[in-house]
């Protein structure tokens, strides 16, 4: 199992809008894809000295395969929309996870 991890710093001046665009339209558009689980988001607590308020988005996929396929058929398109909707008011960047152990007690 793998976890594409996005992390993301949003300006405070499109914030408000940024986390209800994630919640009701991009995140499940993610799961949509077909490629994905399971997505969690998480507020980062520590603040940046940059400013903006950073989250990062856990999405959860069973093999490298399906990530691959994301990628060449979804990625563009979806980070697509976020650049169109909010130019220049977010960093990103990504990272990919290998589940080593998950325990649920």
Same mark, same amino acid.
């Given at each position: 199992?793998? /976890? %594409? !991890? +996005?992390? /993301?710093? @949003?300006?405070?001046?499109?914030?408000?809008?940024?986390?209800?665009? $994630?919640?009701?339209?991009? @995140?499940?558009? $993610?799961?949509?894809?077909?490629?994905?689980?399971? &997505?969690?988001?998480?507020? +980062?607590? +520590?603040?940046?000295?940059?400013?903006?308020? =950073? %989250?990062?988005? *856990? %999405? =959860?996929?069973?093999?490298?395969? =399906?990530?691959?396929?994301?990628?060449?058929?979804?990625?563009?398109?979806?980070?697509?929309? &976020? *650049?169109?909707?909010?130019?220049?008011?977010?960093?990103?960047?990504? =990272?990919?996870?290998? +589940? @080593? !152990? *998950? *325990? @649920?007690?």
């Amino acid at each position: 199992m793998l /976890i %594409y !991890n +996005v992390t /993301i710093n @949003i300006d405070e001046s499109v914030h408000e809008e940024w986390l209800s665009w $994630m919640r009701d339209k991009h @995140i499940p558009d $993610m799961l949509k894809t077909g490629k994905f689980s399971h &997505a969690k988001m998480v507020k +980062v607590l +520590v603040e940046e000295d940059s400013g903006g308020v =950073t %989250y990062s988005i *856990q %999405y =959860t996929t069973k093999d490298r395969k =399906t990530l691959e396929s994301y990628y060449t058929h979804d990625a563009a398109r979806l980070r697509g929309e &976020a *650049q169109k909707l909010f130019p220049n008011k977010f960093v990103a960047f990504r =990272t990919e996870l290998e +589940v @080593i !152990n *998950q *325990q @649920i007690p």
